[in-house]
T-cell receptor, first 115, second 115 residues
Framework: NAGVTQTPKFRILKIGQSMTLQCTQDMNHNYMYWYRQDPGMGLKLIYYSVGAGITDKGEVPNGYNVSRSTTEDFPLRLELAAPSQTSVYFC??????????????FGNGTRLTVT | AQTVTQSQPEMSVQEAETVTLSCTYDTSESNYYLFWYKQPPSRQMILVIRQEAYKQQNATENRFSVNFQKAAKSFSLKISDSQLGDTAMYFCAFYPGGSQGNLIFGKGTKLSVKP
């Protein structure tokens, strides 16, 4: 199994540009998450989804959008990129009722720089 | 709001020795879950160990064990017989029992295992 796959691995954006970070999982997990990790900090939840067609905001959703049209895919859209969005972005998935009884499976992250 | 504090930004240990990483948290919930995640240089996050707050027995996974002190809101990770492959960032994480998505992470402890 590939697990959780994120693309791209690295990206440099100019201020005001937009992009989509792709995330796909092949484990048939119903829960999917997007986190960002700033230098010297823990991960902060941006958005999550408990199943296809259902998304909800996390701790730091401003400047981002998500969609979940299929179980496998959970893309993260950045509109009008800002330097504050420079970070490493992690996608994760889990099954069942989420982290309480299922470990999160993480992708390898996307390092995004906005200049 | 729940918070997770890891007071040791960096630690080092000699190979084959034992090291303990500290974590404290703040919550008013009685039912919750605690985790330690490992992030090696490859960047991928890996679940190390999980503890349910209603269980008094400390969780163990091979060389990894926790000291869970619910009254003190403390959740430390002990790594026995440290190996070079244990070199990584270690994140303590908290999950409220009634939540659907938000796994709250500490800032992490960078552990270096020296030969």
């Amino acid at each position: 199994n590939a697990g959780v796959t994120q693309t791209p691995k690295f990206r440099i954006l100019k201020i005001g540009q937009s992009m989509t970070l792709q995330c796909t999982q092949d484990m048939n997990h119903n829960y999917m998450y997007w986190y960002r990790q700033d230098p010297g900090m823990g991960l902060k939840l941006i958005y999550y989804s408990v199943g296809a067609g259902i998304t909800d905001k996390g701790e730091v959703p401003n400047g981002y959008n998500v969609s979940r049209s299929t179980t496998e895919d959970f893309p993260l859209r950045l509109e009008l990129a800002a330097p504050s969005q420079t970070s490493v972005y992690f996608c994760a998935s889990s099954y069942g009722t989420g982290p309480r009884n299922s470990p999160l499976h993480f992708g390898n992250g996307t390092r995004l720089t906005v200049t | 709001a729940q918070t997770v504090t890891q007071s040791q930004p960096e630690m080092s240990v000699q190979e084959a020795e034992t090291v303990t990483l500290s974590c404290t948290y703040d919550t008013s919930e009685s039912n919750y879950y605690l985790f330690w995640y490992k992030q090696p240089p490859s960047r991928q996050m890996i679940l190390v160990i999980r503890q349910e707050a209603y269980k008094q027995q400390n969780a163990t996974e091979n060389r990894f064990s926790v000291n869970f002190q619910k009254a003190a809101k403390s959740f430390s990770l002990k790594i026995s017989d440290s190996q070079l492959g244990d070199t990584a960032m270690y994140f303590c994480a908290f999950y409220p029992g009634g939540s659907q998505g938000n796994l709250i992470f500490g800032k992490g402890t960078k552990l270096s295992v020296k030969p």
